[in-house]
Nanobody, 121 residues
Framework: QVRMVESGGGSVQAGGDLKLSCVASGFTVSRCEMNWYRKGPGKERELVSTINTEGATYYVDSVKDRFTIFRDNTRNVLYLQMNSLRTEDTAVYYC???????????????WGQGTQVTVSS
């Protein structure tokens, strides 16, 4: 059974740091493209960062040089280190995985339940 559980969210003042974790089970994070999305109040859901199976990363411009995505393959955990947080980073953050099914060859997308990040001025 596939499961993704985020943690690490919370309330922090602007300029502070948080580290989000996403513990995955039922699949292998190193074999999937792993993503962090966020949805802020009154905003559309946004892709924040991606790490692919080869370790290449992507960041939306607004978080470049502040956020770092990485994974621990031995623990099957995805992380998002968020530094120098801004009020506009306030959102629910979701981890997701894009995995190719070994049975069908189709791409499957899995989601976590989200974790709230609130940045105050």
């Amino acid at each position: 059974q596939v499961r993704m559980v985020e943690s690490g969210g919370g309330s922090v003042q602007a300029g502070g740091d948080l580290k989000l974790s996403c513990v995955a089970s039922g699949f292998t994070v190193s074999r999937c493209e792993m993503n962090w999305y966020r949805k802020g109040p009154g905003k559309e859901r946004e892709l924040v960062s991606t790490i692919n199976t080869e370790g290449a990363t992507y960041y939306v411009d607004s978080v470049k040089d502040r956020f770092t995505i990485f994974r621990d393959n031995t623990r099957n955990v995805l992380y998002l280190q968020m530094n120098s947080l801004r009020t506009e980073d306030t959102a629910v953050y979701y981890c997701s995985a894009d995995c190719r099914s070994e049975l069908s060859g189709f791409m499957l997308k899995y989601w976590g339940q989200g974790t709230q990040v609130t940045v105050s001025s």
